[in-house]
């Protein structure tokens, strides 16, 4: 097992990146191989300052990097040279099982659709967010702002995506699945939500339980909530909002702090064919740890054979 870490990627690179690296290693009696992808002069120096063990750590230079602002398409095609354009061609050669970056969103998503491919019979992939339950729980939103505009079978598809991740990653033995829509009654919503409510209801691949509202989410009523990215973004960043507004505050919670990204890292591309795991750009050791670990967890799982099984 083979995992790529783009060490130049994200507002505190690489320096947070190695420290993630550094409590990865630490913390994992069984630790996967690491590659790590960037200044090999500035790594090295970093790497023997945090006395981060060696045998599990490869590094390979990039001499470039693709800027946060920089516009994806573009910059993956002139900067082939950059972390996460080596990255994406290791991860399509089989170089390594499994990529990660917190650096520019839009080169990850446009480096895992094109160079790694989507799953046969994909429509488009998706990527999700962890959402806390006011109950103790975890439910698993999705999509959450790759795809603004949807058809129904592609919302079909990510409550079968979402269900493989929810019982194989989050441990949930028979995800319920809820369509999000702006009422609990069959035929409720606009046009997407009519048209999609009888496919999930079909759909023998998933516990489907019909509409849940917005006031449901952070409720334990669906452990996969199921909608168009351009919804599934406005709750993400709402629910982002609740852990700022907790901290300004100054309200010591269980529950709010269960709202910071770094403890699970970030995201997974689902739909596509191996694992790629995009970060905040403002990650930092603990959210690098926790996206190794993922990344460790989708390849013994198996997650995207599974994905690919159930989509067939």
């Known amino acids: 097992m083979n995992i790529g870490i783009d060490m130049m990627g994200g507002d505190f690179a690489p320096l947070e990146a190695v420290k993630g690296v550094q409590l990865y290693l630490s913390g994992h009696n069984i630790p996967a191989k690491l590659t790590l992808i960037g200044n090999k002069e500035q790594l090295e120096k970093l790497v023997t300052e945090h006395k981060t063990p060696l045998e599990n750590i490869t590094i390979v230079h990039a001499e470039q990097i693709i800027g946060m602002h920089e516009h994806p398409t573009k910059a993956l095609k002139e900067k082939q040279q950059s972390s996460i354009a080596i990255g994406f061609q290791l991860l399509a050669s089989g170089k390594m099982d499994a990529f990660i970056s917190a650096g520019n969103t839009g080169a990850m998503l446009v480096g895992a659709l094109f160079s ?3 799953l046969e019979g994909v429509i488009r992939p998706t990527i999700s967010s962890i959402i806390p339950k006011s109950e103790g729980g975890t439910g698993l939103l999705l999509d959450v702002g790759l795809n603004a505009d949807c058809k129904p ?9 979402g269900t493989v991740y929810a019982k194989h990653i989050l441990g949930i033995e028979n995800p319920k ?12 919503g ?10 999930l209801k079909e759909n023998k691949h998933i ?11 952070l409720l334990d009523k669906a452990d996969v909530m199921v909608c168009e990215g351009f919804t599934g973004n406005i709750i993400l960043k709402l629910a982002e909002s609740l ?5 300004q505050k100054k309200v010591e919670s269980p529950y709010f ?3 910071n990204f770094e403890n699970y890292g970030g995201t997974p591309v689902l739909g596509v064919a191996k694992p790629v795991i995009i970060g905040h750009g403002i ?14 967890l989708m390849i013994e799982k198996k997650l995207m054979e599974k994905m690919k099984e159930e989509l067939s």
């Open 116 to 118: 790694i491919k989507a």
């Open 153 to 161: 079978e592609q919302l079909n598809q990510f409550a079968i995506m």
């Open 177 to 188: 699945v809820g369509l999000i829509n702006v009422g609990e009654e069959e035929g409720k």
């Open 190 to 199: 606009n046009l997407l939500a009519q048209a999609t409510y009888p496919l």
């Open 207 to 217: 516990n489907f339980i019909g509409n849940i509202e917005g006031r449901d989410v």
């Open 243 to 247: 852990y700022e507004i907790s901290n």
């Open 257 to 259: 702090e269960r709202f």
């Open 283 to 296: 990650s930092g050791s603990k959210a690098f740890m926790n996206m190794i670990h993922l990344a460790q």
